[in-house]
T-cell receptor, first 114, second 112 residues
Framework: GAGVSQSPRYKVAKRGQDVALRCDPI?????LFWYQQALGQGPEFLTY????????KSGLPSDRFFAERPEGSVSTLKIQRTQQEDSAVYLC????????????FGPGTRLTVT | GESVGLHLPTLSVQEGDNSIINCAYS??????FIWYKQESGKGPQFIID?????DKRQGQRVTVLLNKTVKHLSLQIAATQPGDSAVYFC???????????FGKGTRLHILP
């Protein structure tokens, strides 16, 4: 079956532009996570959804970052007024239930802010 | 604060030898640990996991060891193959929390 997909795979934005990154989780997966991975670092948690409810957004670095999952499936991570420090790979993961079930990761979106 | 880290940023291993990748964690309350493999341009891929009530778990060619006394986690890969070249992350899921806390990663190079 299809895994987690993300689009676009690559995005170049000029500083100050808004961007929207899309995640299509595995069909039926309840939980969805967003992570940010800077070059040479491990992924860092941004936010977590259970169905359409955003249960944890403690990792979002600023109020320029906003995530939504209105129908409990596809999710969008939006970054407003992008800055150079936002350059990173943004990873999405989904899992079938809460707790410690396996999270399946998408390939990520590489964002470069110039 | 909570953190998971690795001792070495890179590890070079001869093809066919065994690889051992080490990790130290600081959150003694963590209940669940995972090793991930990440190839270039891809997301992390689950390799093997272990719960805090275990000290060893084996998979296909991989073994994870957990030493809670010194808060140390290791991944052993038997008969390392070229396809094992990747960055390996240890990660933890703290008790009653779903988010994964990743370490910085170890890049594994396979020498011919």
């Amino acid at each position: 079956g299809a895994g987690v997909s993300q689009s676009p795979r690559y995005k170049v934005a000029k500083r100050g532009q808004d961007v929207a990154l899309r995640c299509d989780p595995i069909s039926g997966h309840v939980s969805l996570f967003w992570y940010q991975q800077a070059l040479g670092q491990g992924p860092e948690f941004l936010t977590y959804f259970q169905n359409e409810a955003q249960l944890d957004k403690s990792g979002l670095p600023s109020d320029r970052f906003f995530a939504e999952r209105p129908e409990g499936s596809v999710s969008t991570l939006k970054i407003q007024r992008t800055q150079q420090e936002d350059s990173a790979v943004y990873l999405c993961a989904s899992s079938s239930q809460t707790g410690d079930s396996e999270q399946y990761f998408g390939p990520g979106t590489r964002l470069t802010v110039t | 604060g909570e953190s998971v880290g690795l001792h070495l940023p890179t590890l070079s291993v001869q093809e066919g030898d065994n690889s051992i990748i080490n990790c130290a964690y600081s959150n003694s309350a963590s209940d669940y640990f995972i090793w991930y493999k990440q190839e270039s341009g891809k997301g992390p891929q689950f390799i093997i996991d272990i719960r805090s009530n275990m000290d060893k778990r084996q998979g296909q060619r991989v073994t994870v060891l957990l030493n809670k006394t010194v808060k140390h986690l290791s991944l052993q890969i038997a008969a390392t193959q070229p396809g094992d070249s990747a960055v390996y992350f240890c990660a933890e899921i703290p008790n009653r929390d779903d988010k994964i806390i990743f370490g910085k990663g170890t890049r594994l190079h396979i020498l011919p």
